[in-house]
């Protein structure tokens, strides 16, 4: 049964300050996907990430994946208030087929 | 815009009513899910399906059903709802084999049940 596990689960940043989240997995997969949710809202798609080495950067946030360690990281560069959100981490089990999430890190950025 | 389109935002029933929670995508997606989200424990399957008629169950079926008559509509039944069953559920969809944007979701249907 395939297991995601982020970490932490709730990040205080201040701004200007670098962050990482982590996302670890318990089985082979190669697709893994990080979604943003704001209060009252629905997942936004914020990186798809679809091989081992895979880097992606949009803004502030830097996605990359490694499939041999089963390991992804969303790194946060000098935070700010904008930010703040739950970040889901996703693992695709069966190529699309069924999607597992992590719990969810809950990120606010003091001013 | 909108692609993946749930019919209530906000619902609230009475123990042991029967609820049904519609979601309607239109993108062609061959694949569609519901999850249900409960603070802590991030989103949770309860059932998908791959092609019209066709369904199987994700990891937290029970108490709960589905139907998926046409391709662009996949509905959620609670067949005699329960206050453990008060959660936010979204729906959400995708094309087979992880291609193209990969999944996109509804906006939720934030369920209380009384």
């Known amino acids: 049964e395939l297991k995601v596990e982020q970490n932490p689960l709730f990040l205080s940043m201040q701004e200007e300050k670098n962050y990482t989240i982590y996302c670890n997995y318990s089985?082979?997969?190669?697709?893994l996907y990080w979604y943003r949710q704001d209060p009252g809202k629905s997942l936004e798609s914020l990186f798809v990430?679809?091989?081992?080495?895979a880097v992606k950067q949009e803004g502030r946030l830097m996605a990359s994946l490694d499939t041999k360690a089963r390991l992804s990281t969303l790194h946060i560069t000098a935070a700010v208030h904008d930010l703040s959100a739950t970040y889901f981490c996703?693992?695709?089990?069966?190529?699309?087929?069924?999607?597992?999430f992590g719990a969810g890190t809950i990120l606010r950025v003091k001013s | 815009d909108v692609k993946v389109t749930q019919s209530s935002r906000y619902l609230v029933k009475r123990t042991g009513e029967k609820v049904f929670l519609e979601c309607v995508q239109d993108m062609d997606h061959e694949n569609m899910f519901w999850y249900r989200q409960d603070p802590g424990l991030g989103l949770r399957l309860i059932y998908f399906s791959y092609d019209v008629k066709m369904k199987e169950k994700g990891d937290i079926p029970e108490g709960y059903s589905v139907s998926r008559e046409k391709k662009e509509r996949f509905s959620l039944i609670l067949e005699s709802a329960s206050t453990n069953q008060t959660s936010m559920y979204l729906c959400?969809?995708?094309?087979?084999?992880?291609?193209?944007?990969?999944?996109?979701f509804g906006s939720g249907t934030r369920l209380t049940v009384v």
């Open positions: 959400a969809s995708s094309f087979p084999l992880g291609a193209g944007d990969g999944y996109t």
């Open positions: 996703a693992v695709d089990m069966e190529y699309g087929n069924k999607l597992v």
């Open positions: 089985t082979t997969s190669d697709r």
């Open positions: 990430l679809l091989s081992n080495g």
